[in-house]
C-alpha cells in the first residue's frame, strides 16, 4: 500500500511540473506556393518569414501568438525572385535577409512605428547566390552568403550591419563547391562559418574581440548540406552523407569553442531529406541545450543536454508519417517553437511548441508611482512569448504571503500603501512570479522590501509632492468587489461615480471635500450583471474616466 501511495504522488508532482509538447495548431497562415520559411521567437510572438514562388510578394512576414493566432501580415518583398530569407534578432531587434536578383537584401523592424525599414543592400556579381544567413547580437546584424565568382566557383562573404550600413566584409572562402551553402552561428566571443570548400565540409571562426579571422577548419568529405551551431561552449556541425542511390545520413560532429580538434563523426539518423529547404534547423535554450530538427519519415527532434554531453532520443514532432515542404526551428528562454508546412494535404502552416515552465521574473524593484506616491513593483518582462499574467504577492511585516494581483503588465501599483522608505509604519515585501498559457507557474522572483504608509494618511513622506491621479481600480477583472485608488494634490469637493457603458450613472461612491491625499473607495457590484463600467472622478479642474471590467 505504501509502495501504491508513493506512485501516485510521484504521477501527481510530476503532473503539476511536466513540461511537454502542446498539440499541432493549424494557422490561418495559407502558402500553396511556399518555398521555404524561417522562424524566430521572442517575448512578442512567433516570428516567420515565407519564401514564395509568386511573380510578386515573394517575401512575406507572419507573426502569431503562442496559441497560433496570426496578428500581424506584411508583405517584405513586392517583386518576385527573391529566394533564402532568414530572420535574426532578440527583444528589441528584428531583422529579415534574402537575395534579390543582384543584391542581398536585409530590412529591419521598427518597433517604433511598426514598419520595415531598408538596409544599404550588398551588390552582388551576377544572380548566382547560394543560400543567405544571419545571427544577431549586440554587435549587429552578422550576414554570410555565397555568390558566383564567374571561374565555375562560389566564395563566401560576411558582412557584419552595425548600423544600416554593411562594414567589415571578409571573404571567408576563396573556393566553394556549388552553392557553397554558407550558415552562420554566435557564441560569446566568435562568429562561426560553416560552408562547403573542394568536397569538405569546412568552419572558420572571426574572432570578435580583437576582430581577426582564424584559419579554416576541415571536418569531413561530403556534398550535403550542413548546419553550424554554438551551443555549451562547443561548436556542432551536422551534415549530410549522401549514399547514391539509397539514403542520406545526418551527422554531427562537435568541438570545443576554441579548439581545432574535432569528435568522431556520430550517427544522428539514417534517412533525411536531401533538399536545402529541409536542412538540419537548430537552436539553443536558455538551459544550454542545442537543439534540431530534421525532416526523415516525419519532422523529428533531438536534443543534446550539456550535463550529460549526449543526444536524447528522436521525437517525432509531426505526425506519422508527414513530409514537410520547410520548416522552421527556433527559441525563446526554454520552449521551442516549430513551423512547417507538410508537402501534402493542406496548405496552411502548422504550428508545435515546446512548452516549458517560465522563468522566474527578474530584477524586481519598488519606487514611488509618479503622481501619486503609491508604493510601484515593477520586474522586467519574460522573454518567453507565451505569457499569459504575473502573479504579485505581497506580505506585510512579518505576516504570512498573500496574493494580492494577477496582471498581464510587468508592474504593480499598491492601491494600500504609498512608499515611504525610511518612514512608513509598515514594512511591505513583495515577490511575483509568472504564469504561461499552458498553465505552468515560474518560480518565485527574488523579494524586494520597503517601508511603507497606509492609505488614507494625509501626510506627505519624504517631501514627496501629491499630484491628482486615478488608478486603475484593483482587481480587474473583478467579482462582485474592487477598490478604486485616486489621489488629490489639494483640499476641495470630490466625486467619483460609476457608469455603465450606456453613460447611465450607477452609483456615487465619493461626494465629498477632502483634503490633500491618497484616498481609496470600494465598488461593490453584486446586483450588477457582468459587463464593462466606466468610472469618473472630478476634483477642482482635474477629470480623469478609466474603465473596468465585472465578470460573474
Known amino acids: 500500500m505504501k509502495k501504491t501511495i508513493l506512485i501516485i504522488v510521484l504521477i501527481f508532482s510530476g503532473a503539476i511540473i511536466a513540461q511537454s509538447w502542446n498539440n499541432i495548431v493549424t494557422t490561418t497562415i495559407n502558402e500553396p506556393n511556399l518555398v521555404q520559411l524561417e522562424n524566430f521567437a521572442n517575448r512578442d510572438g512567433i516570428h516567420v518569414v515565407v519564401q514564395n514562388s509568386n511573380s510578386t510578394n515573394s517575401i512575406k512576414y507572419y507573426r502569431f501568438n503562442s496559441s497560433g493566432v496570426v496578428q500581424t501580415t506584411t508583405t517584405i518583398e513586392t517583386q518576385g525572385g527573391a529566394e533564402f530569407p532568414n530572420i535574426a534578432g532578440d527583444n528589441d531587434h528584428l531583422y529579415i535577409s534574402y537575395r534579390l536578383g543582384n543584391n542581398v537584401v536585409t530590412k529591419k523592424y521598427i518597433y517604433a512605428n511598426g514598419t520595415w525599414e531598408s538596409q544599404s543592400p550588398i551588390s552582388l556579381n551576377n544572380q548566382n547566390c547560394g543560400n543567405v544567413d544571419n545571427a544577431y547580437d549586440y554587435r549587429g546584424l552578422h550576414l554570410v552568403y555565397s555568390e558566383f565568382d564567374g571561374s565555375n566557383s562560389y566564395k563566401t562573404n560576411y558582412y557584419l550591419y552595425a548600423t544600416t550600413v554593411p562594414s567589415n566584409n571578409f571573404v571567408v572562402n576563396n573556393y566553394a563547391d556549388y552553392l557553397g551553402w554558407p550558415t552562420i552561428t554566435l557564441s560569446s566571443n566568435k562568429a562561426h562559418v560553416g560552408f562547403h570548400s573542394e568536397g569538405y565540409v569546412k568552419t572558420r571562426d572571426k574572432n570578435l574581440i580583437n576582430n581577426s579571422w582564424e584559419s579554416t577548419q576541415s571536418l569531413v568529405i561530403t556534398d550535403g548540406n550542413e548546419r553550424v551551431q554554438s551551443g555549451c561552449d562547443k561548436l556542432f556541425d551536422f551534415y549530410d552523407d549522401l549514399v547514391p542511390g539509397i539514403f542520406v545520413n545526418l551527422y554531427v560532429k562537435e568541438r570545443d569553442i576554441n579548439s581545432s580538434t574535432w569528435s568522431s563523426p556520430q550517427l544522428l539518423n539514417y534517412s533525411v531529406s536531401p533538399y536545402l529547404e529541409n ?32 543526444w536524447s532520443s528522436e521525437f517525432g514532432v509531426t505526425d506519422y508519417p508527414s513530409f514537410t515542404q520547410s520548416s522552421g526551428l527556433s527559441s525563446a528562454s526554454n520552449d521551442l517553437y516549430v513551423v512547417y508546412l507538410e508537402t501534402s494535404g493542406s496548405t496552411y502552416l502548422k504550428y508545435r511548441q515546446y512548452d516549458a515552465a517560465p522563468f522566474a521574473p527578474q530584477n524586481p524593484q519598488l519606487s514611488a508611482n509618479p503622481g501619486n506616491g503609491m508604493v510601484r513593483f515593477s520586474w522586467t518582462k519574460n522573454n518567453e512569448a507565451d505569457i499569459s499574467a504575473y502573479e504579485v504577492w505581497r506580505k506585510i511585516n512579518t505576516g504570512s504571503w498573500q496574493l494580492i494581483s494577477t496582471t498581464s503588465n510587468n508592474y504593480f501599483v499598491d492601491p494600500t500603501y504609498y512608499y515611504a522608505p525610511g518612514a512608513g509604519d509598515f514594512m511591505v515585501t513583495y515577490k511575483v512570479r509568472a504564469k504561461d498559457v499552458g498553465n505552468y507557474f515560474s518560480a518565485y522572483s527574488s523579494e524586494v522590501s520597503t517601508r511603507a504608509e497606509e492609505l488614507g494618511k494625509q501626510k506627505v513622506v519624504n517631501n514627496l509632492e501629491l499630484d491628482y491621479g486615478l488608478l486603475q481600480n484593483y482587481p480587474n477583472p473583478f467579482n462582485p468587489s474592487t477598490k478604486i485608488s485616486y489621489s488629490i494634490k489639494e483640499e476641495g469637493l470630490v466625486i467619483l461615480k460609476v457608469y455603465d457603458v450606456l453613460g447611465k450613472e450607477i452609483v456615487t461612491l465619493v461626494n465629498e471635500s477632502k483634503p490633500a491625499g491618497v484616498y481609496e473607495a470600494e465598488f461593490n457590484a453584486s446586483q450588477l450583471p457582468s459587463g464593462m463600467y466606466i468610472y469618473k472622478i472630478q476634483a477642482g479642474s482635474f477629470s480623469d474616466v478609466k474603465k473596468m471590467i465585472l465578470t460573474k
Open 279 to 310: 536542412r538540419v534547423r537548430s537552436t539553443v535554450t536558455y538551459d544550454g541545450k542545442t537543439h534540431i530538427i530534421y525532416q526523415s519519415s516525419q519532422l523529428l527532434h533531438r536534443s543534446y543536454t550539456c550535463s550529460e554531453g549526449s
